[in-house]
């Protein structure tokens, strides 16, 4: 996961690493303690939606999933900061349309369907980005999937739990740099 996950990463004009350069600047901006998870621009039909779609696409394992991590929060604060109207209502209509979609296929909204379930409406909406990515005319980085996708990684890997899952080891917060290592030979810090 990690592999596929970090690949997009080594080009840097991809997509996904705009993305993840947006998340990194969000968090540095918000900070954790600005996510606390109130929700603000998402109803709460829509955070049940997006919570159940980012859990689908990133769900906890043996290492912490996309609720663990706060993607919902996350996604809300670009939803309510970061984007400009006709982005976030096209975003808000993608996310209405999933549970559209779900209740004619299976007669409950997304959160309320089975992982099976789920996973099949999600891989509709995947193939449906795979077909826009392949039509030279379209942009994929236009579909709602597409951006749920790449909001959801982006809140994920840049949050404590995410980089965890990674491996990536978390600095000290405390960090002396200019430290004598016992003997002035050794040429000190000034």
């Keep these: 996961m990690s592999a596929a996950a970090g690949a997009p990463l080594i080009v840097p004009g991809s997509a996904v690493a705009q993305a993840l350069a947006l998340g990194r600047r969000i968090r540095a901006e918000v900070g954790p303690a600005g996510i606390t998870g ?3 621009t998402l109803t709460p039909a829509q955070e049940r939606a997006v919570t159940a779609l980012a859990e689908a696409i990133l769900p906890r394992t043996d ?3 996309a609720t663990d991590a706060e993607v919902t929060a996350f996604i809300d604060t670009i939803l309510t ?8 209502d096209r975003f808000l209509a993608g996310v209405d349309s999933v549970d559209e979609m779900t ?9 309320d369907c089975t992982p099976e379930q789920q996973a099949e409406i999600t891989a509709r909406m995947d193939e449906e980005t795979d077909r826009l990515r392949q039509d030279p005319d379209e942009d994929e980085t236009q579909s709602f999937f597409y951006l749920m996708k790449s909001y959801t990684l982006s809140g994920y890997f840049t949050s404590r739990p995410g980089l965890q899952a990674l491996g990536y080891r978390v600095v000290h917060q405390d960090f002396k740099g200019c430290v004598s290592l016992g003997s002035a030979a050794s040429g000190g810090c000034g």
Excluded: E, V
Excluded at 81 to 88: A, K
């Design 38 to 40: 109130n929700i603000l």
């Design 63 to 65: 290492t912490p999933g």
């Design 81 to 88: 900061g970061w984007l400009d109207d006709d982005d976030r």
């Design 103 to 111: 209740r004619a296929a299976h007669g409950s909204a997304f959160a």
